[in-house]
């Protein structure tokens, strides 16, 4: 499978209005990069998705919208189960909103489809309140290494992962990580952008961790597909 340029993907036209309390991440270039992809990953009519650190819900309703036949959503902030309370009742879609974390996910796998746009920027301190949607540790990768060593658990036999982060987070651990899990991934799409507010505040913390280069401010995104045998 090629990865997807940036420039085949028509991401203004993916963006759907949301209701999003104060303190719900924002769905950004991550988000609808991940959700176009979503929506030509061939996803099985009747399919059951999980949506791992949904905020307002945005990829659950992708998913629903395109035919899974159950999406349960899950996060640990309560404001972003009501947004994705909310948001899928007017919509009429069949998604079930779950707090917690991997562990709750995981009691009602695995599914065919698992879909995470989790924390993966990196932070000096701890995360705590809204940024516990974006800080993950001192590479990024707090999150993303659980997701990678639990995969195998979550996705049924002939399912799918599919994950989105920055190329700041590298990508590459991602991939070793999901083939030691039994899983066969590949990148299936990219986009560069520009740093937002949080990756510019934090640009001489990046350098100095050598996670980019001197004066570098811009980032690629990376949607990853890993597929379980």
């Not at 769905?27 to 990953?41: E, I, K, M, V, Y």
């Not at 799918?160 to 590949?186: C, F, I, N, R």
Request: proline residues 9%; charged residues 15%.
């Amino acid at each position: 499978m090629t990865a997807i340029s940036s420039a085949a993907i028509p991401l203004v036209r993916t963006r759907p209005w949301l209701l999003r309390p104060p303190g719900v991440y924002r769905p950004q270039d991550d988000t609808w990069l991940l959700a176009h992809a979503l929506s030509t990953s061939g996803m099985p009519t009747g399919a059951r998705v999980l949506d791992l650190c949904t905020g307002t819900g945005a990829l659950a309703l992708t998913a629903a919208a395109h035919g899974a036949g159950s999406v349960t959503a899950v996060d640990i902030s309560r404001r972003a189960l009501a947004a994705v309370w909310l948001n899928s009742r007017l919509r009429r879609l069949p998604v079930q909103p779950l707090r917690g974390g991997l562990a709750e996910a995981a009691r009602g796998g695995p599914f065919d489809v698992v879909l995470t746009n989790p924390p993966y920027v990196p932070s000096p301190v701890r995360a705590v309140g809204a940024a516990r949607a974006w800080d993950a540790g001192p590479d990024g990768r707090i999150v993303l290494d659980q997701v990678c060593a639990q995969a195998s658990s979550l996705v049924a036999p002939g399912g799918y992962l599919m994950m989105v982060h920055s190329a700041v987070a590298g990508p590459d651990k991602s991939l070793d990580q999901l083939q030691a899990a039994g899983l066969t991934p590949e990148v299936v799409a990219t986009r560069s952008i520009p740093f937002g507010p949080v990756m510019r505040a934090r640009a001489a913390f990046l350098e100095a961790a050598g996670l980019i280069v001197a004066e570098q401010r811009h980032e690629e995104l990376v949607v990853i597909r890993a597929d379980r045998p």
